[in-house]
């Protein structure tokens, strides 16, 4: 096989773990821009703003491309994508107001290690022994960044433990859907799903006091980087295996430290670098091989 020939398979795999990269600074952005609001702001009212600017850029995206009915075999696969993703934001905003961001963090991120653990079943999707070695690197990575004890909240852990299963599942449908249905119609679908799910306990979490217009700009402002970071993922795995992209879900991880170290002052010790160092080689063993 010619040089010319295979140049335009990598150059795929390149765009979709790129793409997959800043999808996942988007969402440890509006992790971190949500553990501060919810200071101030009840976790029902947050996420109702943010897939209300989800639908919207939904509309969009369906307005530049409508297509027809999606196909009967898939309609179910695509409400199961939705409540799953809605399951995740209820869950993990919910969590994150007990639970620190970085242990929060570590045990949503077991969710790849469920993603490579299934995909070959759930995908058919072929997981090399490279692979499961650069996981259990990455885990060992988070464990070493973490060293979660006995002294985090029980609801808040459980809550995580429920969004890191949900996270897994909505990954292998998005992938199952990947090619079969238009990436515009599994966007618009899940934020309509999610839009009623966290919409349902709102309004009896009404803001007190309600935001201001400045205010509440930003916090639409943060919501569409959620909303750009979803149509970032759909896009990277149109482009590359779950098994291979999942283990580089860690790379959010390593940033909402950076970030909790700047943001809410709370600096790695040296174990937690070397956590860091470790999920990086990682990251960029499985991005140079592509199977």
Known sequence: MSINQTRPDTDQHKAGIALFLVGLLGFAFFDAASKQLLETYPAPFLNVVRYATVCLVAIVLWLRNPRGPVPSGYRSLLVARGTALGIVGTCFMSALIWMPLAE????????????????????????????????????????????????????????MVISAMSFALFQLLTRRLAGHVPTHVQYGSTAVI??????????????????????????VGISSTNALAQVLLLAAFKRVQASTLAPMNYFQLLIALIIGATWFKQPPDTLALLGMALITAAGLYLARRPV
């Open 194 to 219: 999610c839009l009623i799910i966290t919409g349902l306990p709102a309004p009896f979490f009404l803001p007190q006091p309600w935001p201001d217009p400045l205010t509440l700009l930003m916090i």
């Open 104 to 159: 929060a963090t570590a045990i949503y991120f077991t969710s790849p290690l469920l993603v490579v653990a299934l995909s070959p079943w759930f995908l058919n999707e072929r997981v090399s022994s490279a692979k499961w070695v650069a996981v259990l690197i990455g885990f060992a990575g988070m464990l070493l960044i973490v060293r979660p004890g006995n002294t985090l909240p029980w609801l808040g852990t459980l809550l």
